[in-house]
Each structure stands twice: as C-alpha cells, then as structure tokens.
C-alpha cells in the first residue's frame, strides 16, 4: 500500500479546521477533486460516519465509500468500506501552533488494488493530496 503526506499551516484553531472537515456536504463546492458526495449513516453526535464520495482522479472519477472517526478538534481518520479502490484509509492531523494556526497534515495509504504508472500516482499525489490540503486552507482561511 502506497502511503504518502500532505502538511500546510492554516490560519485558523484546530477546531475551524474540524468543523469545515465535518461539512461533507460542501466537498464538491471547495475541494476540487471532489466530484460528489452522500452521508449514508451519521453517528451519534450527527456527523458524517459512512460517507461515498466520488473523486476525479483526472484519468477517471474514483467510487469509495469511507467510515470516518473523529477525535474532536485534532483528529479525522477514516477506513475503506467498498469502492472503485482495493483499499484506502487516513487521515487528517490537526495541531494548534500556539498563534492561531494549525498545522494540518493529511496523511492517505492507498492500495488500488491494479498497478499504476508513475505519472497517474503523480497525479493522485499532487492534485487529490495537495490540492486537499490548499483547498482545506482556503476555505478556512476566506470563511
């Protein structure tokens, strides 16, 4: 499994970063690769627990679904339900730096379940991985 990590600081507390990491809903409005989503089950507390989404990965759009847990304001992982994907889990790492922002890293482990060339893993890495972590940013940052 292909396991690779996104950081940027974000000026904003943990805890804005939460709650815009919460929205599923919103995803396709500013998280750019992120074509479409449906909250099949929430949990107790409300928020998104088995969450599909549908990712344009540039060469194809990608189907998961994911089962998120939550560890409030500093912690969003999730595990690989069923999809397009053999498997997929992560996270979202959030740490208060001690001035108003947060570090926010995003951490993904991947298994496609087929092989593929350097250049789509290129693409998955830089443009569904970085672009998260801008778009989380952005959002924060212009809310």
């Known amino acids: 499994m292909k396991h690779a990590e996104q950081q940027t600081v974000v000026d904003g507390t943990p805890a804005e970063c939460f709650e815009a990491l919460l929205d599923y809903e919103s995803f396709p409005d500013w998280q750019r690769a992120v074509k479409s989503v449906d909250v099949l089950t929430r949990d107790r507390d409300g928020r998104g627990e088995e969450v599909a989404f549908e990712i344009d990965a540039k060469v194809r759009a990608i189907r998961y679904t994911l089962r998120y847990a939550y560890e409030p304001p500093h ?52 443009q569904v991985m970085k672009g998260s972590v801008e778009d989380l940013k952005k959002r924060v940052e212009t809310a």
Do not use: H, M
């Open 75 to 126: 912690r969003v992982s999730w595990d690989y339900v069923e999809g397009d994907v053999k498997d997929v889990d992560g996270e979202f790492v959030l740490e208060d730096q001690g001035d108003g922002t947060t570090l926010a890293t995003y951490s993904l482990a991947l298994d496609p379940g087929v092989w593929l060339p350097g250049p789509i893993q290129k693409v998955l890495r830089d």
